[in-house]
């Protein structure tokens, strides 16, 4: 519109010589860039409206506590993934492992900043809605697709690992040589879900889930003194090669992503920073530094004495290496069963939010009037999520098949999305920041092509995942 009107200006005034009409083009097109950005921003801003009201997802007004968040964020990150750990350090070495984890600290610490940023500059109140607030609704439909196979899965999984716990736990407290109906994962499964899981999975928002994540970091607090205990109990002896075995980059490679995605909350953070109190990316460092760290000392202190216990003989799951009469080891189970019963209502609040979202954005696709806040609705998207969670684990004793395919997602959570959000947020002259964000993103692609993989190949060649 403004180019045609620069032109008509100058078919209007002959008498103008060609630097006055190169002068009038040029501000037409400058005009014209003007209007057509003008024109992005507005649908932007209709985007940001529209996810603004899509669902509760919170009540926005910054209720959350900075210890609350500590918590809340070890919650989502820890549960029963610390148990692999001796086994895992025992593959690739204490001093590998270490430094390893150095890296996945800083690079985990900077994409939860760089979310908390983009909550500010974009004001989503949840994770699908900021990667659609700030990289517009194709990749919002695929970061809530993915985001509802990764919580879905990880819940399923959760009841399976409950009943795994409570079954030997049963087993063990049992006089009986005799097994014991009671003791079946039938019965123990559908127990634990009703008793300890159905009340907490009505809560509204994320921050509401301090008290419980305080809970679950005092079992891991438990697990990880009793391991330290149990090597001088057992005083067995040390191996030598354990600091730096002879690995190979493709065992490197093979166990990088595990550490790497055992440090994932990034999906939880959005959330938790929307409801922090009086937020700020500064008060949101403290957290994230904190919770992280806390989460690094756990991990390294428990994975290097449990290889120190028992060497790289150590079992996938640390707690088979135990003696069956270990009381603490015992405790230690209940202890796992604590934290992952403290963590599946997060995962079901974010996956409850974001089917919630899906079912509002397909009515308004049929033009039907969804109300973002039925109450109906939220009831029965929890009891469908729950109920079939829980069905799932009763007709399957492992989903360790399907947790290495979807458990991959979690790169693009981590690394991918923050790393597109800081590209697009940019300065085309920030060189440093443009750099991050292609790293971020390289980073995590390979996680999820190398995982799905390997784990190809793993199942092509029928070896263990």
């Known amino acids: 519109h403004y180019f045609i009107q620069s032109n008509l200006r100058i078919e209007m005034d002959p008498q ?26 507005v649908m932007n801003a209709m985007l940001t409206s529209s996810n603004k009201a899509l669902s509760d997802h919170g009540d926005g007004q910054g209720s959350g506590s900075m210890t609350g968040a500590i918590f809340i964020l070890m919650n989502t990150i820890m549960g029963a993934s610390i148990l692999v750990l001796p086994y895992t350090f025992g593959q690739v070495g204490l001093v590998s492992a270490f430094i390893m984890f150095a890296f996945v600290f800083f690079i985990s610490h900077f994409s939860l900043m760089v979310l908390a940023d983009a909550v500010d500059l974009h004001d989503g109140s949840n994770y699908q809605n900021l990667v659609g607030n700030a990289c517009g609704p194709l990749l919002q439909a695929f970061s809530q697709t993915g985001l509802i196979l990764y919580t879905y899965t990880l819940s399923a999984s959760i009841h399976i690992t409950i009943g795994d716990q409570a079954v030997k736990l049963c087993d063990a407290a049992s006089s009986s040589e005799s097994p014991n109906w009671y003791c079946e994962r039938y019965f123990l499964i559908p127990v634990v879900s009703f008793v300890f899981l159905f009340p907490l999975i009505w809560v509204r928002n994320i921050s509401s889930f301090s008290y419980t994540s305080y809970f679950s970091a005092l079992a891991i607090l438990y697990i990880v003194v009793a391991g330290i205990a149990d090597y001088f109990i057992l005083n067995l002896p040390v191996p030598d090669d354990i600091l730096m075995p002879d690995v190979s980059i493709f065992t490197l490679l093979k166990y990088f992503p595990l550490l790497t995605l055992s440090m994932c909350c990034h999906m939880t953070s959005v959330p938790l920073y929307y409801e922090l109190n009086e937020r700020t990316p500064a008060k949101f460092s403290i957290v994230a530094f904190t919770a992280l760290f806390l989460v690094l000392v756990f991990y390294i202190t428990f994975g290097t004495f449990g290889l120190l216990t028992f060497g790289p003989s150590v079992q996938p799951d640390v707690l088979m290496s135990y003696s069956s009469t270990d009381k603490m080891m015992m405790i230690a189970r209940g202890a796992v069963s604590v934290s992952v019963i403290a963590s599946y209502p997060i995962f079901l609040f974010l996956g409850r939010h974001a089917i919630d979202d899906t079912l509002i954005q397909i009515g308004n696709l049929l033009s039907r009037n969804v109300s973002p806040d039925s109450e109906l609705r939220r009831v029965l998207v929890t009891l469908a999520w729950h109920l079939s969670a829980l069905a799932i684990s009763l007709l399957t004793s492992s989903l360790a098949v399907v947790l290495t395919y979807v458990g991959s997602i979690a790169a693009l959570f981590m690394l991918f999305f923050p790393g597109y959000i800081l590209w697009m947020g940019i300065s085309r002259r920030n060189m440093a920041h443009r750099i991050t964000s292609v790293v971020l993103m390289g980073l995590g692609m390979f996680m999820l092509l190398w995982t799905l993989i390997f784990n190809s190949y793993q199942i092509a060649t029928s070896k263990t995942l």
């Not at 060609?18 to 950005?37: C, N, P, T």
């Open 16 to 41: 103008d010589d060609d630097h006055m009409m190169h002068a009038s083009v040029s501000s037409g097109r400058q005009r014209l860039q003007s209007y057509h950005e003008q024109s992005i921003n």
